[in-house]
């Protein structure tokens, strides 16, 4: 006899979970599926599950493919459960290759093919809850923008555009993508959601055509360098009813917010200071930022965090033939001062350090995957740590919040106001 396990969330239960399960059950005699638990879920980084689980088991269960169901409850059990169940083969998607080849020690791996060409239509009419994503790029590059939709319940990546038929082509085949197009409208036709990472020149005339055609956006910042037009573009969303995220993952981080609301809640007294740091070299090797890509970072964090009334900005850049890199950003405010560290490719230290009159804030590395910090307060014998679940690069936190402001499930987010979106845009043209 045949043993076969697969696993899955199996939330808002679609055709593509029921190909999946009809192909693993096809491998052998036995099939045994393994649905994943709430706190497994979480923490794991799974988001915005919307099914119990024992709704979900009988989901499963109402295929007839499954010979036995078992909860996969903590991280690392899939191993154990192949050994315990002596078996044969484990059978995942397609779409997680190279994910679990580790596996392969223990029992044959199979990575079942992707169900494609479903979303537009069968699963709009079955389940409203589920949204089309889209791509839209220049290059094969895809910072993890795949993946990581797929761990948050409720998103389908359907699609990719470019204006490089080629990259469109060879793009929607290495990630199994239901179509590559060259076409903008087409590909808008297709979608519900559209991350937009392209090169600054080129932003402004995707997302204002997305917004036209009233699709929801997300797109690398700044969309413009045009303070005006970037108002236009804000307001135009606003009237047409849709919803537009920039990509600063930081934002959209529990750890953030807790901060934030911290920072500005005299927790540490009066602000002082802040100062951070930032190197593109702590991001993936492919990463695609220029120098006012970089920027917008600090930035952007700076701004919400000591606001926009700020009296002076100075910065000294340093330049490599055109290029710049490394800068040093300084914000004068009528009490306090801010300085970003922004390098390209040297490293610094990547921390951040907020003092007030009572007390600091401080995170030691990689403050924009902002998973834990630490205050001070000065009255107190010993700082508290503060922490939250930080999983792959942060982009499924960005599609959970976009998601929520869709289905207008929360209105208190961090997300950027209109007059420190201009701000943000003024202190980057200064910085040139």
Known sequence: MTTVITYGTFDLFHQGHYNLLKRAKELGDFLIVGVTGETYDVERGKLSVQDSLATRIENVKATGFADKIIVEEYLGQKIPDIIKYHVDIFAIG???????????KYCQIV???RTKNISSTLLRESNMSIYNFG???????DNETVIEPKIVSGIHVESVYSPKPDVAKQFSEI?????GFSNYKEFLQDTDIVYIKMPRNQRKEYVVEAIRNKKHVICDMPI???AEEEQEILNYANRNGVSLFCNVMTLYQHAFGQLLW???GNLIGDLVSIKCSISRSAFDKKCEFDFMDLAYYPICVITKIMGSEYDSVHSKLIKDGEEIAYGVITFDYQNAVAVAEVSMDLDVSGSMTIVGTNGEITIPEDWWRMGYFKLRNWSEPRAKHYSSNFEGNGFRYLIQAIL??????SSDTTRITL?????ITEILNMVQ
């Open 262 to 264: 911290m920072a500005r």
């Open 111 to 113: 990575y079942l093919e």
């Open 224 to 226: 413009t360098m045009d």
């Open 94 to 104: 397609s779409d997680w290759k190279g994910k679990f080849d580790h596996i392969g």
């Open 135 to 141: 791509i839209v790029t220049d290059s094969l590059y």
């Open 175 to 179: 990630y199994e993508l239901n179509a």
């Open 404 to 409: 929520s402001d869709i289905r207008m499930e």
């Open 419 to 423: 007059s420190e979106h201009r701000s």
